[in-house]
Structures are given as C-alpha cells and as structure tokens.
C-alpha cells in the first residue's frame, strides 16, 4: 500500500491534535507546529489511520513528473478559475461517470453564481443534476439566453436538428454578451463530437460555437465538452482545454489518439473501473476516483413559445384574389380603351 503524502499526514495529524486538546476541556489553542505533532505522536498515528482507509476514504493518483510516484490524494478538486479560463474536456466510454464528473462541476460553478447550460440529449442532466430548469427543445423553439442555470433537453429532436439548435444558441449567447456580458456563462456539451468534429475549426457550419471556445473567456464564456469519442473530436479543440478527465475505454481508435496526451498512460484506460479518471492538469496527470452523483432537486420545466408562422391561404382567399386581379385587368384595359377612342 503506498504511503499517504506529506500534505494529507499533516492535515489528519493536526485534526487529531485538536480533538486531544478539547477533550482535554482546552478552548484556545494555536496550530501545532510540525515538529510538535512529530513529539507528540501525532504524525505516526496519522500515518497508520490514512493507510488503513487508503482503499475507501483516499484516491490514489499519479504524479507523473517522475514518472513513477505513487501518492494518495485526500480530497479531489475541480481547478475552478481554470475551467472559466480554458474549459473542461471529459471523455470516456458510456457508463464510466463522465455526467457524473461534470454535473459535480456544474454545482461548485453555480454556488460562485456562474450560469450553467446543458445540452442534453439524454435526459441523464433533467433526471440527476441539481440544476432545477429545463427546457424541451422542438424544432425551430426560440433562443431566449436564461438567466438561471437551465438544461436543455435535446432528445425529442434529430442530430441535425440539435447542431442547429446548438449552433443558433451560441451564436445568440456569443452576440449577447458581446453587447451586455453581465453574467458568467458556462456551457457543458454532452455529445460533443457532434459540434467539434475533426476540421470544425475550419468550418463555416459551427462558426459561433468554434467562436465560444476560442474567444469566449474574453465575454465571459466558457464550456465543458463531454464525449464517448475521444477520436471523433478535433485534436486541436482539445488543446485549448488544460483540464481534462479520461475514464475506462477500451476503444483501439481513442486510446491510440489519447497517446498524443496521456504518452504510456493511455494504455491504463483499459484497465479504469467507472468513476476513475486520469486527470491532466497544468502538465500533471493524476488518477482520481470520484462517486456517482445524485441530486433531489425538482425539476421545473420551462415552456418558451413557438415563433407564430404565417396562415396559409386557404382555397377561398386564393378564389377572391384571382377574382379581384381579374377585375382589376378588366377595368385597367377599360380604361385604356375609352382613352383610345376618345
């Protein structure tokens, strides 16, 4: 079993100091110094306590600066000011918690008053998240920028239609807060290989969503993208992204792609049980272990109104348009003949 970090045994040595001192009936007490909690103990029971809970309480990770460190990480983090700066990447094979990843993102970025919009063609973000709006996308439904964190369910319309959706909601967000960028917006796309496909940065079809991750940060935009297709993606659109999660796959096309970022390490996504990711950070990759997230929040559906399309003529007005064009002609050439004979 590896030995916890210096960091971890510190922490749990103090706690366990403090609970000494107020069962002792102490009330004011200063941090122990580390060579005090060394005296006293502290340090070795630690020590043993962390190694004895490594397998529940602690996620192993691999600190990949040397290559071989094996260290046990006490509380995983999101990096949140790096999110909002370069977004999130999450990929992995279906089941493996890359929702589950992100929709833990989702609650730390609201509780620092960032709007979150999902585009969710599951239904996995209405049914599990904490975010309490939806909307049910039809086609052609108008583009109103919430102000509130809010899902969009994308399951009742085709792929075609969701890139359109996608790509109209951007364009109207992007433009939006170029002109009143009052609130932080953070967009998370599930199924993100179908707007950031291989060339999209080239591409005229998605220019507005290829414009949120290259520019966005400076309007206050930023986005997460989730996929099951790491291959599927533009290699480029993942550099921008310097956070990034890789679960278990054991797809031969991904795991050959990741090897561009993981090196060696791509080959232990075969070997990832779900909820275990690699994360690369600020040029560290770490092996982290999260729970499967569950939410109680209710759910309130918003109904945003369909644009009203023009009546089509019916037979009877196409009846009395041509009788009233025909008599129209018929006075028109009256006219001309009286002027004529005259």
Same mark, same amino acid.
């Given at each position: 079993?590896?030995?916890?970090?210096?960091?971890?045994?510190?922490?749990?040595?103090?706690?366990?100091?403090? =609970? !000494?001192?107020?069962?002792?009936?102490?009330?004011?007490?200063?941090?122990?110094?580390?060579?005090?909690?060394?005296?006293?103990?502290?340090?070795?029971?630690?020590?043993?306590?962390?190694?004895?809970?490594?397998?529940?309480?602690?996620?192993?990770?691999?600190?990949?600066?040397?290559?071989?460190?094996?260290?046990?990480?006490?509380?995983?983090?999101? !990096?949140?000011?790096?999110?909002?700066?370069?977004?999130?990447?999450?990929?992995?094979?279906?089941?493996?918690?890359?929702? !589950?990843?992100?929709?833990?993102?989702?609650?730390?970025?609201?509780?620092?008053?960032?709007?979150? $919009?999902?585009?969710?063609?599951?239904?996995?973000?209405?049914?599990?998240?904490?975010?309490?709006?939806? $909307?049910?996308?039809?086609?052609?439904?108008?583009?109103?920028?919430? *102000?509130?964190?809010?899902?969009?369910?994308?399951?009742?319309? &085709?792929?075609?239609?969701?890139?359109?959706?996608?790509?109209?909601?951007?364009?109207?967000?992007?433009?939006?807060?170029?002109?009143?960028?009052?609130?932080?917006?953070?967009?998370?796309?599930?199924?993100?290989?179908?707007?950031?496909?291989?060339?999209?940065?080239?591409?005229?079809?998605?220019?507005?969503?290829?414009?949120?991750?290259?520019?966005?940060?400076?309007?206050?935009?930023?986005? +997460?993208?989730?996929?099951?297709?790491?291959?599927?993606?533009?290699? !480029?659109?993942?550099?921008?992204?310097?956070?990034?999660?890789?679960?278990?796959? *054991?797809?031969? =096309?991904?795991?050959?792609?990741?090897?561009?970022?993981? *090196?060696?390490?791509?080959?232990?996504?075969?070997? #990832?049980?779900?909820?275990?990711? #690699?994360?690369? =950070?600020?040029?560290?990759?770490?092996?982290?272990?999260?729970?499967?997230?569950?939410?109680?929040?209710?759910?309130?559906?918003?109904?945003?109104?369909?644009?009203?399309?023009?009546?089509? &003529?019916?037979?009877?007005?196409? &009846? =009395?348009?041509?009788?009233?064009?025909?008599?129209?002609?018929?006075?028109?050439?009256? +006219?001309?003949?009286?002027? +004529?004979?005259?």
């Amino acid at each position: 079993m590896a030995t916890p970090n210096r960091k971890a045994i510190i922490e749990k040595a103090t706690e366990l100091y403090y =609970n !000494d001192m107020s069962k002792g009936g102490l009330q004011n007490f200063n941090t122990p110094e580390t060579e005090e909690l060394r005296e006293g103990g502290y340090l070795n029971v630690a020590t043993s306590e962390l190694m004895r809970n490594a397998e529940t309480k602690y996620r192993e990770y691999i600190h990949c600066t040397n290559g071989s460190e094996l260290e046990n990480l006490v509380d995983f983090q999101f !990096d949140v000011s790096e999110a909002l700066k370069n977004g999130v990447y999450t990929a992995g094979t279906r089941g493996c918690g890359k929702s !589950d990843l992100n929709m833990m993102l989702a609650e730390k970025l609201q509780k620092q008053g960032i709007i979150v $919009v999902v585009f969710d063609p599951s239904l996995d973000w209405v049914k599990r998240s904490n975010i309490h709006t939806y $909307v049910t996308v039809q086609p052609y439904t108008q583009i109103t920028i919430p *102000n509130e964190s809010t899902i969009y369910d994308l399951s009742t319309i &085709t792929l075609l239609q969701q890139r359109e959706f996608v790509e109209r909601f951007n364009r109207v967000l992007f433009e939006g807060q170029i002109n009143n960028g009052s609130h932080w917006y953070f967009c998370v796309y599930e199924e993100a290989h179908q707007y950031f496909p291989q060339g999209c940065l080239r591409s005229k079809n998605m220019q507005y969503s290829v414009r949120l991750l290259t520019q966005g940060r400076n309007f206050k935009l930023s986005m +997460a993208m989730i996929t099951q297709f790491s291959s599927m993606i533009d290699k !480029d659109v993942m550099k921008f992204m310097n956070q990034r999660f890789f679960g278990a796959s *054991n797809e031969p =096309n991904d795991i050959s792609y990741l090897k561009g970022f993981l *090196n060696k390490h791509a080959q232990e996504l075969k070997t #990832l049980d779900s909820g275990e990711f #690699l994360y690369f =950070n600020k040029g560290k990759i770490s092996k982290i272990g999260i729970e499967p997230y569950e939410s109680e929040v209710r759910k309130t559906q918003i109904v945003i109104p369909e644009p009203k399309l023009e009546q089509p &003529t019916t037979p009877k007005q196409e &009846t =009395n348009i041509a009788t009233f064009l025909r008599l129209g002609m018929l006075i028109f050439f009256t +006219a001309l003949l009286l002027g +004529a004979m005259t």
